[in-house]
């Protein structure tokens, strides 16, 4: 089983509607949990961070965590055409500083 | 956040040559790590890059093959040893990750390697 599970997609939107991205983890220990975006060509960007059970907003950003599922997700409201990307969510378990990284989402936004 | 840059961005290189990556951040951190990217593939940690003592080396990464250095608290290089197309990737250096600070890391731009 993989330490972090993500759909590789695409996941196809229209402008306007609502990106939903999820990922799960195996680690029951997992502490902070991560969401990065890449551009192609580009390096990941981080976008936001949850330790938390609940909701994180920041602006178009949700990111939400559930530890008893072992489930975080992303929503992106409002979704723009620059919006497409992939999403990675990444992981960091307890008393380790490194981060595991799912396999990423590709999230595409049509006009 | 940290503002990390890198260097070179891009190389081509001759199979059985080695490539050195350097890697700077605008300000002091604990933590450095280096990653590999292939052609549509995810990111795998190669070490963890430690402030005056050897890097961690993650399974499947040796040191003879990817030797670290890790001078000061801003600044690390990778070296790629006797390259093979099967390195040509993207590398990539991040800095944060400290507990303390909730683990969150920061990636420079990379570095795209070629090797013929």
């Known amino acids: 089983q993989k330490e972090v599970e993500q759909n590789s997609g695409p996941l196809s939107v229209p402008e306007g509607a609502i990106a939903s991205l999820n990922c799960t983890y195996s680690?029951?220990?997992?502490?902070?949990f991560f969401w990065y975006r890449q551009y192609s060509g580009k390096s990941p960007e981080l976008i936001m961070s949850?330790?938390?059970?609940g909701d994180k907003e920041d602006g178009r950003f949700t990111a939400q965590l559930n530890k008893a599922s072992q489930y975080v997700s992303l929503l992106i409201r409002d979704s723009q055409p620059s919006d497409s990307a992939t999403y990675l969510c990444?992981?960091?378990?307890?008393?380790?500083?490194?981060?595991?990284f799912g396999t990423g989402t590709r999230l595409q936004v049509f006009p | 956040s940290a503002v990390i840059s890198q260097k070179p961005s891009r190389d081509i290189c001759q199979r059985g040559t080695s490539l050195t990556i350097q890697c700077q951040v605008d300000?002091?951190?604990?933590?450095m790590f280096w990653y590999r990217q292939q052609p549509g593939q995810s990111l795998t940690l190669i070490a963890t890059?430690?402030?005056?003592?050897?890097?961690?080396?993650e399974s499947g990464f040796v040191i003879d093959k990817f030797p670290i250095s890790r001078p000061n608290l801003t600044f690390s290089t990778l070296t790629v040893s006797n390259l093979s197309p099967e390195d040509s990737s993207i590398y990539l250096c991040?800095?944060?990750?400290?507990?303390?600070?909730?683990?969150?890391?920061?990636f420079g731009p990379g570095t795209r390697l070629t090797v013929t």
């Open positions: 991040s800095a944060g990750g400290q507990p303390a600070g909730g683990g969150e890391q920061y």
């Open positions: 680690d029951r220990g997992s502490q902070s």
């Open positions: 949850i330790y938390s059970n």
């Open positions: 990444a992981v960091r378990t307890y008393n380790t500083d490194k981060l595991i």
């Open positions: 300000s002091q951190v604990t933590m």
């Open positions: 890059a430690n402030q005056g003592s050897e890097a961690t080396y």
